[in-house]
């Protein structure tokens, strides 16, 4: 289900059910000739419509123009950067309005600069804004001392769990580490590009890849659908477990 697409009564049943609440992080970042510019929006699109059909979720509207970053390409390639404070801030809004609506259970998926589950500056925005976030919401509703209240004895048993306030906003690559090291991992070569194949295979033309010569676009041509499926099949699973 799409929260563009909820009324009133689907919120309060996620509410009450604690569904999955999930935002596709996502950019609009040049990725060679072959590749669309949103490759890492829609592979988290695609993923999460993908497992939308196997367990109930609920996805909430995409954020795409993100701290992409000039790390691939400068500013004349079509990349569309957005600074890390002014970014941060904006979601930090996007958090707290879907906290004091009593969502309790949210995910930001991105596949953005996410090697190895590394700390890059898009994930840590989104990760500081969710902390603000939670910590502001507790603080405006339990007012100062919250965590010292005898209401919250019970925190360190709590921890990791739904109960856990600090476990309501999570953000999760698209790609656990496991499943980048079982298959591969890259930006706009084999990998990237098989994994799109598999959702969108419009949005790669590897006949344009000689276009430019680009290192990191050079082994493209490999890519492929038998690749894809199984990239697609191991990340699906590794998500189905992660969101919970």
């Not at 004091?100 to 898009?122: D, K, T």
Request: hydrophobic share 40%; glycine share 8%; net charge negative.
């Amino acid at each position: 289900m799409k929260l563009d697409f909820c009324f009133p009564r689907e919120l309060d049943e996620a509410k009450k059910d604690r569904t999955p609440v999930v935002i596709p992080g996502g950019t609009v970042e040049y990725h060679g000739p072959h590749c669309a510019y949103g490759c890492d929006t829609l592979i988290v699109e695609g993923l999460l419509c993908e497992l939308a059909k196997r367990r109930e979720i609920i996805i909430a509207p995409t954020i795409s123009y993100s701290p992409a970053s000039w790390a691939v390409g400068g500013d004349t390639t079509g990349t569309v950067h957005v600074e890390e404070t002014v970014f941060e801030e904006y979601v930090f809004h996007v958090f707290m309005s879907m906290l004091s609506a009593g969502l309790r259970n949210i995910y930001v998926v991105i596949h953005h600069q996410f090697e190895e589950g590394s700390l890059m500056p898009m994930t840590l925005s989104y990760m500081k804004a969710g902390k603000r976030a939670t910590m502001r919401y507790l603080e405006r509703t339990l007012g100062q001392g919250w965590w010292g209240s005898e209401s919250f004895a019970d925190y360190y048993a709590n921890l990791g769990g739904g109960d856990d306030p600090f476990s309501w906003i999570k953000v999760i690559p698209a790609m656990s580490p496991a499943a980048q090291r079982a298959t591969g991992y890259d930006h706009a070569g084999t990998y990237e590009c098989s994994l799109l194949m598999a959702l969108y295979p419009e949005a790669v033309k590897p006949e344009r890849v000689g276009d430019v010569k680009h290192w990191f676009t050079a082994n493209s041509a490999e890519a492929n659908l038998e690749l894809g499926r199984k990239m697609l099949e191991l990340t699906l699973t590794d998500l189905d477990r992660a969101i919970r």
